[in-house]
């Protein structure tokens, strides 16, 4: 089972600084604040993995995953959630969209989940899947997070520091 959202809004530079001046986004990266001798390496690594950053769906196939249940659990059956035309058609258009890419594939789950689109502050919206109920049932891990201040510790004296951020899946 795969869960998938996808942020449809107008995806800007990593940077947050908009448009790009030049036919080459990479180039107008402000890198003033990495050591000169570094900047063509830094851009020769963004340009290498830009579909990472550039809004294009993609399917990552490093990890397995299964989602635990109890033995003794009732599969949730959530029907899908009534909404108009223009919704719909959102809906079967994003779906038929990353079937194409391979991004998601038919299930036959025994829990199947409705889909929602949820506004976004900036007028946009996502696409999401609703598993409310599924991570009810959930079995949780048994270890527990790490501490963000454990975290921002082992960051030390750094003084470059990256975040990806991941919008697809």
């Keep these: 089972m795969t869960a998938i959202t996808e942020d449809e809004a ?5 940077t947050g600084e908009g448009l790009p001046t030049s036919k080459d986004p990479v180039e107008d990266f402000d890198l003033s604040q990495a050591p000169e001798h570094l900047h063509k390496q830094i851009r020769e690594m ?14 990552i196939h490093d990890t397995d995953h299964a989602i635990v249940t109890p033995a003794d659990a009732v599969p949730i059956r959530a029907q899908p959630y009534r909404t108009g035309l223009f919704k719909w058609q959102i ?8 079937l194409k890419l391979k991004v998601i ?10 889909i929602v689109i949820v506004p976004k502050k900036i007028g946009e ?20 997070l790490p501490r ?5 510790d082992f960051l030390g004296d750094a003084k470059v520091f990256t975040s990806l951020e991941c919008t697809a899946g």
């Design 10 to 14: 107008t995806h800007t530079l990593p």
């Design 46 to 59: 963004l340009r290498t993995h830009s579909a990472m950053w550039d809004g294009t769906l993609v399917t």
């Design 91 to 98: 809906n079967y258009d994003q779906i038929n969209k990353m």
């Design 105 to 114: 594939e038919p299930s036959h789950s025994a829990c199947p989940s409705p």
């Design 125 to 144: 919206s996502s696409f999401c899947v609703e598993y409310r109920r599924l991570n009810n049932i959930t079995k949780k891990h048994a270890y527990p």
């Design 148 to 152: 963000m201040e454990d975290c921002l």
